[in-house]
Nanobody
Framework: QVQLVESGGGLVQPGGSLRLSCAAS????????MRWYRQAPGKQRELVAQ???????NYADSVKGRFTISRDNAKNMVYLQMNSLKPEDTAVYYC????????WGQGTQVTVSS
């Protein structure tokens, strides 16, 4: 059974940083593309960043140059380093495993406010 558990969210001032973590259970973690999505109140869920099994990364235009996705296959972990945070980054952030079924974590709240 696959479980994804996010952590690291919280309240941060504009310009601050947070590092989100996603712990994945299940086998063969290293072969899957992993993604971070976010959903702000009243808005659709959107893709923030992804990292393939080979380590290639892609980012939404809104976070390029500020966010960095990474993974540690030995620990079954994926991370999202978020710098220069803006109020518009406020959302629930979700970890997603791109497999045949598609698995989501429960989400972690990020609030950027002074």
């Amino acid at each position: 059974q696959v479980q994804l558990v996010e952590s690291g969210g919280g309240l941060v001032q504009p310009g601050g940083s947070l590092r989100l973590s996603c712990a994945a259970s299940g086998s063969f973690f290293s072969i899957y593309t992993m993604r971070w999505y976010r959903q702000a109140p009243g808005k659709q869920r959107e893709l923030v960043a992804q990292i393939t099994s080979g380590g290639s990364t892609n980012y939404a235009d809104s976070v390029k140059g500020r966010f960095t996705i990474s993974r540690d296959n030995a620990k079954n972990m994926v991370y999202l380093q978020m710098n220069s945070l803006k109020p518009e980054d406020t959302a629930v952030y979700y970890c997603y495993r791109d497999d045949r079924v598609g698995h989501w974590g429960q989400g972690t709240q990020v609030t950027v406010s002074s």
